[in-house]
Nanobody, 125 residues
Framework: QVQVVESGGGLVQAGGSLRLSCAAS????????MGWFRQAPGKEREFVAA????????YYADSVKGRFTISRDIAKNTVYLQMTSLKPEDTALYYC??????????????????WGQGTQVTVSS
């Protein structure tokens, strides 16, 4: 059974940093694109960042560009999201997702087959 598990969330002050991790098990995603999404209370889930199978290509939402960095360790079947200069508006439940097929990154949630339960990030002002 495939599982995607996020970790690393928490409470941080504005301007601070956090690193989220996403560990996949049950199959290897070394040839698949992976991404991060988030959902704030009362809002729809939105795209944050995505990475292709090798890590050579990444894509970011405008709201996080220059502050967040997505990376992956293929050997560990793990994806990371390094978040810096955090703002209160970054507060949300952060989800990791993996594509079942497709080696490229995607900003469309419909392109992802496997989802984690999410990890909460709260940024205080």
């Amino acid at each position: 059974q495939v599982q995607v598990v996020e970790s690393g969330g928490g409470l941080v002050q504005a301007g601070g940093s956090l690193r989220l991790s996403c560990a996949a098990s049950g199959r290897t995603f070394g040839t698949n694109g992976m991404g991060w999404f988030r959902q704030a209370p009362g809002k729809e889930r939105e795209f944050v960042a995505a990475i292709n199978w090798s890590g050579s290509s990444t894509y970011y939402a405008d709201s996080v560009k220059g502050r967040f960095t997505i990376s992956r360790d293929i050997a560990k079947n793990t994806v990371y999201l390094q978040m810096t200069s955090l703002k209160p508006e970054d507060t949300a439940l952060y989800y990791c997702a993996a594509r079942q097929y497709g080696s490229s990154w995607s900003e469309r949630s419909a392109d992802y087959r496997y989802w984690g339960q999410g990890t909460q990030v709260t940024v205080s002002s």
